[in-house]
């Protein structure tokens, strides 16, 4: 089976579905605006330049033709997280892990600009790539640095600390890839940095957004005191496309 990835505009998506609010559909609420040229679209799937980031947006409920599409898109055994629980996987396809998750509005943010941060670019990607090695803050990929503006810490040269902007709906950006080397923990540098993220996207217009995994009460409770408020609790369902037998 093959299905032909094509680039359609955001009108001809749009018209299709029911309008949600640009946080309930993240990824395909980038891919279809600030991120658009990172963008392949297969009928209702999106996906980022896997280069980017390795995020694929979908519908709420998949129909049986966007599991088509979803199993062209990853290929023969290929995997990726499906927002909630509760999905139908038509034959072949399997559930490989579950887990909860939240999304944090960060209306209430107090934020301020940190002149000791140093905004990070393409020549310190195999640093930042080594840092989230270190400390597993969640997926980065050599040219995620693309996404946004990227803050660091450093400490006699060495990167200890950073966090940046990662998905773009209107009006929002996702404060991600907030990591502190475990040798500068509990000094506030996740706060400062943060914070400093924060404040380029409200000069901007924006609010901050982010997410966490659902078990993960420590960070929970540190972006509760910076002013983050729960929005949603949410589910990831990681699924297995059939292998190539089964296409």
């Known amino acids: 089976m093959t299905t032909e990835s094509i680039a359609v ?27 658009s040229r990172f963008a392949t679209w297969t009928g209702r799937i999106g996906r980022y330049d896997p280069e980017v980031a390795r995020f694929i947006g979908h519908p709420a409920v998949l129909s049986d033709q966007d599991w088509r599409d979803l199993a062209s898109v990853l290929g023969p055994g290929g995997v990726t997280a499906l927002r909630g629980f509760g999905h139908e996987l038509p034959q072949g396809w399997t559930v490989v892990e579950q887990f909860g998750s939240v999304q944090m509005d960060g209306s209430g943010l107090r934020v301020a600009h940190d ?32 996404l946004g503006t990227y803050l660091g810490l450093r400490v006699a040269g060495r990167l200890v600390a950073m966090a940046g902007e990662r998905m773009h709906p209107p009006g929002w950006t996702e404060i991600s890839a907030v990591c502190t ?12 940095l943060v914070r400093a993220v924060g404040a380029g996207i409200r000069d901007r217009g924006e609010t901050p957004f982010l997410h966490a995994t659902a078990h993960n009460a420590t960070a929970i409770s540190l972006y509760e005191t910076l002013g983050f408020t729960l929005r949603k609790r949410g589910a990831l369902t990681l699924v297995q496309a059939p292998g190539s037998a089964e296409l």
């Open 9 to 35: 505009t955001a009108e001809s998506i749009i018209d299709v579905e029911t309008p949600v609010h640009p946080l309930d559909d993240p990824i395909r609420s980038s891919l279809r605006g600030a991120h």
């Open 115 to 146: 002149p000791e941060l140093e905004r990070l670019g393409p020549a310190d990607v195999p640093e930042i790539l080594e840092l989230i090695a270190r400390t597993q803050p969640g997926p980065f990929a050599p040219r995620t640095i693309e």
């Open 181 to 192: 080397d475990a040798e500068f923990r509990g000094r506030g540098l996740a706060s400062r």
